[in-house]
């Protein structure tokens, strides 16, 4: 399968700890961004990636939320001192980034935190 | 600000039959329109997507899209349902005159095809 993939799928953790999520792009694909999904709700924008350049963060992207890109292909997003509200379906998406704004993002499976 | 309508929380058809998703965005420029489907516990799979041009688009599994300017809208259509249809559906917009990448999504709407 050559699409985006993340890991872990499910992570369930206790308040005020740390955790890291994973996404590999799919491969060739210069842009990578992460949304996070809550129950009910649609995937709401949180940072982009073009090569290794974070080149946008939203307000949504507390001090708490950090998000990697080192060498240009896979990326991590850490999150530090968890709280009940980090509960959520985080989503990472890739493109090839050839036809500027019109790209197509392909989303992975996503990594359901639980916080507890 | 960019902003994307999805006005029913659930469709539901019988298998067969004629369905419609709708929505509706608001944009300052001209828009760049997706559609997206979601599985239980997976993540979105994309379908179809609106640039310029024809505005019938035509995608994966038997979906298309009309473009309505006008009524800026964007429904989601297929001739004749599935039971396997049954997912949840997300409209997406990007305003072209927007120097941001994201998509701004719709909250969804569940699909529910019956026998």
């Known amino acids: 399968d050559t699409g985006v993939s993340q890991d872990p799928r499910h992570k369930i953790t206790k308040r005020g700890q740390n955790v890291t999520f994973r996404c590999d792009p799919i491969?060739?694909?210069?842009?990578l961004y992460w949304y996070r999904q809550t129950l009910g709700q649609g995937p709401e924008f949180l940072t982009y990636?073009?090569?290794?350049?974070?080149?946008?963060k939203s307000r949504l992207l507390s001090d708490r939320f950090s998000a990697e890109r080192p060498k240009g292909s896979f990326s991590t997003l850490e999150i530090q001192r968890t709280e009940q509200g980090d509960s959520a379906m985080y989503l990472c998406?890739?493109?090839?980034?050839?036809?500027?704004?019109?790209?197509?993002?392909?989303f992975g499976p996503g990594t359901r935190l639980t916080v507890l | 600000a960019q902003s994307v309508a999805q006005p029913e929380d659930q469709v539901n058809v019988a298998e067969g039959n004629p369905l419609t998703v709708k929505c509706t965005y608001s944009?300052?420029?001209?828009?760049?329109l997706f559609w997206y489907v979601q599985y239980p516990n997976r993540g979105l799979q994309f379908l179809l997507k609106?640039?310029?041009?024809?505005?019938l688009v035509k995608g994966s599994y038997g979906f298309e899209a009309e473009f309505n300017k006008s009524q800026t809208s964007f429904h989601l259509k297929k001739p004749s349902a599935l039971v396997s249809d049954s997912a949840l559906y997300f409209c997406?917009?990007?305003?072209?005159?927007?120097?941001?990448?994201?998509?701004?999504f719709g909250s969804g709407t569940r699909l529910l095809v019956r026998p």
């Open positions: 998406a890739s493109s090839l980034g050839t036809s500027g704004p019109s790209d197509t993002q392909y």
């Open positions: 491969s060739e694909h210069n842009r």
């Open positions: 990636f073009q090569n290794e350049a974070q080149l946008e």
């Open positions: 944009v300052s420029g001209n828009p760049y």
């Open positions: 609106y640039i310029t041009g024809d505005n």
């Open positions: 997406a917009v990007r305003d072209a005159m927007d120097s941001s990448y994201k998509l701004i």
